[in-house]
């Protein structure tokens, strides 16, 4: 049998989606099927004779949510199209899924990634991945798919429901001959479908969803609260396994609950929207910089997806498709869509009117909002995808235009043709309806603005979204001197630039999913997306980025998260948290730049460097061992000057102890003072004059302070090393303080720079090389350090010739980020005291 060719096929039109009708059959029989078109623009105010669409006329349909799992030989699926049958190969576990939903005696309608979206064509994918959102959330129900039977699943699977009786809840967290059911629910908890990256959507897009295992089901909404019951008795559990001999008193044997996908997945679903009670999403509550700094648990396994996998989910962030905007040759920025406006209702798009409307207007006074790029005429340089600075022109005349070419058009030639002769079917941005507010000013009335394409389904926007207008753009506003500036002319003036602002916040909002970059672009595109809106650097101190070799250090890999997935599925922590918290979630822990925006920018002809701005504070002068596994070495404390922690009278040194902790306790307040002492007590439980594990005492029989305390240490000081400063600078007429010491990367050196960054919450260590070797062993001239086994005769001719140091070679200093560090006394913006006492200058660092 012919395999089935997506291109030999009609293609999909605009706002299209194709549906798998599922065709009836059971046990072995062959799975058949047909894709066909349907339409997911059902919203929209639009004459279907006019946007050259057909109203649906399938039936509701069911999203599958599922693993893909590996590739085998022998499963298909036959696709008949007319009276031609063809093939496309499945993997073994959607094989399993399509045989479990089909019905015997029934089509099933069905939206199946693998099969509705050819996945051998970027552009489709560009395409069609933008309406997921729209695809799982139009679903009637969310089919998830979890595999087979297998293990213990069908018993997981009835002991969730057991979870749900609250009176009989207790009893089984503390029952050890519950602990087989217990790992029966781990496990299943740790199948492949709850670590991908896609279903945090699907299930929190869904309008009501099913888990499926093998022959048993369960609500989501049963699973989850099963999930949440069980986060909240996780210590129990863990308690119950190590008395358990059936499992030889594992002393972790679950890991850490709280970090597994499952976990993560139940929160992200109750916390990224707020829905009305049909499951319709009435706002998106968190930025796409907390949505990524918080789901490090699921994976993608197209390192693109890491990014765009969670665009939908964000409430400032508008994902487009690749091909929604038409590139015009002129100044290679997109143009912006036509628009048109009145001061009431709806608009009908321009590509909608009549040839004598389109005339009529040639005629009529208009007015027109130009935009220009002038990228090509300063020194800005674009970063990503962003758009350039644009100018924006505004003259008041009765009608309203937006036009995107850089001279005025009339409405009816700007409705007629796009550039380059391009359809309008191919400007696939969504369409919106964008009501502004009424103000005095306006007297009322409202402007909608509608993009002139087809269009996907309307979507209204708050008027808070003013006050996140892109901020490399800039809005003139200027009144033609011919018009009568009347009342009514200021109000125009006032509504068109009141809209101007709302279309560049959108514009400023947009994020292009485009499977034709590479990996580094779209990290850079949304690292610049996430600075530019926040004016912060701290994304660059978080772990985010897939694992992809030749990315910059300043794009950092998901490797650095704080915990990890073992080979048995269970998550462990590997590292120390970061630093900087995670933006919405947290409260800002730190302010060691105080309020000092960030300043960045890309260094044009090097697309791979990121200029920033800051200043050196120090060098590290001293490394020490770092806490392995959580495992603080003894030669901390000699560092910390504790050198008797065993004798009674010594106490324990105060910046010691707030070091080991980052002088916050784990809500992200100051700690409670008995620490000190809680401190010492975790140190006496150690061997004679031996390392501290904290694991070990944190597992067996130890007070709930000591093990809050060390808990709290392991958040801080897991794999990351002790470090001492070089002398900073002090007061006069005051004692010399104790060396200032410092919690860096387990990868940071002897000499390497600690720097305070604007715009970074915490101070961070940056390595220097001069001409791409580390400035650490480089010898000669100390004052341009450069490497005179290569330059030594034209530093020697420079000094002795003045006319020689003009024509020298400047040296290429760049800097390698290393990462976030803490550096006990200068979280809260002392270093600006430092700064200003040593007279440090402010600088450029170009990290790479």
Known sequence: ??????????????????????????GTTDLKCNLVPYSIRTSLHVNSAES????????????????WGPKRRGFFVEVLAGSDAYRISITPNLDGALRHLRSATAHKFLWVDALCINQGDEDEKSSQIPKMSQIYNGADHVRVWLGLEEGHSAKAMEFVKKCLDLDDFDRLVRDSFASKEWAALSALMRRPWFNRRWIIQEIALAKSATLHCGKDSVPWRDFADALSLLECKQYEIRQLFRESTTFRNHPDYIGDLSELGAIRLVYAADNLFRKSEDGQIMEHLLSLEALMSSLSAFEASEPRDTVYAILWLANDARPAARDAFVMDSRNLSPPSPTYTATTAGQLSPPYARSSRESLQERNTPSTHIRRTSFASRTQEVRFGNLDPPRRLSVTTTPAIQINGEDEPATNGAASATQPDGVDKATDCHERENLPLPAT??????????????????????????????????????????????????????????????????????RITVDYRKDVFHVCKDFLGFIVTRSNSLDMICRPWAPEYLGLPSWIPRLSGSAFGLGVNGVYRRVNADPLVGRPGLDTKRYRAAKSRRAFWRPKEGQEKSLLVEGFILSTIKEKKSAATAGIIPSEWLDAGGWSKPDDPNQPVPDHFWRLLVGNRDANGKRPPSHWHRVCRDAFNRRPARGDLNTGEVIMYDCPSATREFLERVQCMVWSRRLVVLGKLPHRQGRPSPPPTLGLAPSKAKKGDLICILFGCSVPVVLRKFVDGKPASKQTGCERCQYDDRRHGQVFRDAILSPEAASVAPKPHVRYEFIGECYVHGMMDGEAFEVQKRAKIPDQEFELV
């Open 1 to 26: 049998m012919e395999e089935y060719d997506y291109k030999k096929q009609p293609r999909l039109g605009y706002g299209q989606i194709r549906l798998l009708k599922l065709h009836p059959g059971s």
């Open 52 to 67: 050259g669409s057909t109203p649906n006329q399938l039936e509701p349909y069911d999203a599958l949510s599922y693993h």
């Open 440 to 509: 005095d000013d306006t007297k009322g009335q409202r402007v909608s603005l509608e993009r002139s394409t087809s269009g996907e389904d309307v979507l209204k926007e708050s008027a808070n979204l003013f006050s996140c207008a892109a901020r490399p753009r800039k809005l003139s506003l200027s009144i033609d001197p011919s018009q009568n500036t009347t009342e009514s002319a200021i109000e125009r003036n006032k509504t068109v630039a009141a809209a101007t602002m709302l279309m560049n916040a959108l514009e400023s909002r």
